[in-house]
């Protein structure tokens, strides 16, 4: 089984930086993924790490450690339209998610 | 179609009644997934399935049913709905390949009386 942790919620100014951390324990990694979730809508895919490093898409950039059970998210350059629940989700060698409880961000003017 | 359709959007049910939720996908994705989100407990997975003709059972899989008789189609069935049932629910895929990432339904509301 996996058991994932990641804030609760988070709030930061336009313009700023935030990092959302996400620590797991998992019985069998393959795979973390992050998702952004807007209010009553969808989850909607953000990133995908299997190896230890960063990954970088535009604003967003998610970064993985596997020995120390650890992932963050990274915001760059927030805008008001990154209101958002982020779920950390780590997939196990049967291919199956499991997803944290989200954290919630809330960019502010 | 583009992507993953739900039916319906919303429900109120009354509590003891059977419901189908349907999903639709037209992308050929291999595997689909049934997930249940609550608040402040996340996305619970209750059934999956890797091809057509087989299913198997997720986290939380007591009260709910599945079948995959086709590559599009994965209904998820509860059989007598309870109010514990209540929830939002998301259909997904993913083509088991590379990353293997999945994509999601719009989702049900579902509200059990």
């Known amino acids: 089984g996996q058991n994932i942790d990641q804030p609760t919620e988070m709030t930061a100014t336009e313009g700023a930086i935030v990092q959302i951390n996400c620590t797991y324990q998992?019985?069998?990694?393959?795979?973390l993924f992050w998702y952004q979730q807007h209010a009553g809508e969808a989850p909607t895919f953000l990133s995908y790490?299997?190896?230890?490093g960063l990954e970088e898409k535009g604003r967003f950039s998610s970064f993985l450690s596997r020995s120390k059970g650890y992932s963050y998210l990274l915001l760059k350059e927030l805008q008001m339209k990154d209101s958002a629940s982020y779920l950390c989700?780590?997939?196990?060698?049967?291919?199956?998610?499991?997803f944290g409880a989200g954290t919630t961000v809330t960019v502010r003017a | 179609i583009a992507g993953i359709t739900q039916a319906p959007t919303s429900q109120i049910l009354a509590a003891g009644r059977r419901m189908t939720l349907r999903c639709t996908q037209d992308?050929?994705?291999?595997?689909m997934y049934w997930y249940r989100q609550d608040l402040g407990l996340g996305l619970r997975l209750i059934h999956y399935s890797n091809t057509a003709g087989t299913t198997g059972k997720g986290e939380v899989p007591d009260g709910y049913s599945v079948s995959r008789a086709n590559t599009d189609d994965f209904p998820l069935t509860l059989a007598s709905a309870v109010p514990s049932q209540t929830s939002v629910y998301f259909c997904a895929s993913s083509d088991l390949a590379g990353a293997d990432t999945q994509y999601f339904g719009p989702g049900t509301r579902l509200t059990v009386l």
């Open positions: 998992t019985s069998g990694f393959n795979g």
């Open positions: 790490n299997v190896l230890d």
């Open positions: 992308m050929r994705h291999n595997a």
């Open positions: 989700a780590v997939r196990d060698s049967d291919y199956k998610l499991s």
